[in-house]
């Protein structure tokens, strides 16, 4: 083959696969609120390390002989068998009053709207729905109708919060997901768009005692009747999580 046609070819290629990352994903990255940041497709030393500079390393593991996440230059891949990424968060993410975000870069890497098929993907927590006292969990429930939500714990009770997507989010394409609390409200933003808004006052705190999962549920009593532990997987890709100290809805 001419190696002008051959770099006109791969040329091509690359423009395609540039046009399905968002634009400003390029210019994601910390600030003077961000109090953890990670980049997925970014490892040292096995770790996936936070840019936040606040020291929220986290390693991959998996639960019950599940396959670890897949590394790539696209993030990191989950396939919802009990690969995850776990962290023993610093003080940094200690926000119990005040204003804060949660922002994620996300690919679903199936459709999520199969027939009779019932999806809850727990992306990233450390906290059961029942549990009190602090922590969070983020996840998407297709069986739901199509929702966000985020259980947390308002004053050392457990609270949930949910927003429904007009649509089921479409597989293979990148999304982003903020979860922010501005004063007494609360919302979820699908790709820069409002999906859900309520009011709440009190405490919420993001930390517990038990890591945070990235990937799956974090409970690890939950099993069913073949004694199988129940993870709630998350099928798709990560390529950025920023936790801000600040409301951000865009």
């Known amino acids: 083959m001419p190696r002008i046609c051959l770099f006109v070819i791969l040329a091509a290629m690359t423009a395609a696969f540039a046009a399905d990352l968002p634009a400003e994903m390029e210019d994601f990255?910390?600030?003077?609120?961000?109090v953890a940041f990670w980049d997925f497709s970014y490892m040292k030393k096995g770790m996936v390390i936070d840019q936040s500079g606040f020291g929220n390393d986290m390693p991959l593991k998996a639960k019950e002989d599940a396959p670890l996440p897949k590394v790539g230059e696209n993030g990191i891949e989950f396939d919802g068998q009990g690969g995850y990424c776990?962290?023993?968060?610093?003080?940094?993410?200690?926000?119990?009053?005040?204003?804060?975000?949660?922002?994620?870069?996300?690919?679903?890497?199936?459709?999520?709207?199969?027939?009779?098929?019932?999806?809850?993907?727990?992306?990233?927590?450390?906290?059961?729905?029942?549990?009190?006292?602090?922590?969070?969990?983020?996840?998407?429930?297709?069986?739901?109708?199509?929702r966000f939500y985020i259980m947390y714990s308002l004053d050392n009770?457990?609270?949930?919060?949910?927003?429904?997507?007009?649509?089921?989010?479409?597989?293979?394409?990148?999304?982003?997901?903020?979860?922010?609390r501005e004063g007494d409200k609360?919302?979820?933003?699908f790709n820069g768009a409002k999906i859900g808004e309520e009011t709440v006052a009190g405490d919420i705190?993001?930390?517990?005692?038990?890591?945070?999962?990235?990937?799956?549920?974090?409970?690890?009593w939950q099993r069913d009747k073949?004694?199988?532990?129940?993870?709630?997987?998350?099928?798709?890709?990560?390529?950025?999580v920023r936790i801000s100290d600040k409301a951000r809805s865009n």
């Open 29 to 34: 990255e910390p600030d003077d609120n961000t």
């Open 157 to 180: 009770k457990p609270c949930e919060f949910s927003a429904k997507l007009p649509t089921a989010p479409e597989p293979g394409k990148w999304h982003k997901v903020t979860f922010s």
């Open 205 to 220: 705190n993001l930390i517990a005692k038990r890591p945070i999962c990235f990937g799956i549920y974090s409970v690890p």
């Open 226 to 240: 073949q004694n199988k532990l129940i993870v709630f997987g998350f099928k798709g890709k990560l390529r950025f």
């Open 86 to 146: 776990e962290l023993n968060p610093k003080e940094s993410l200690r926000i119990k009053k005040g204003d804060f975000s949660i922002e994620m870069y996300l690919m679903f890497t199936d459709a999520v709207t199969k027939p009779n098929a019932s999806f809850n993907y727990m992306i990233v927590g450390n906290k059961a729905v029942s549990e009190g006292k602090g922590g969070f969990t983020l996840g998407y429930a297709s069986h739901r109708g199509n």
């Open 186 to 189: 609360m919302a979820f933003f």
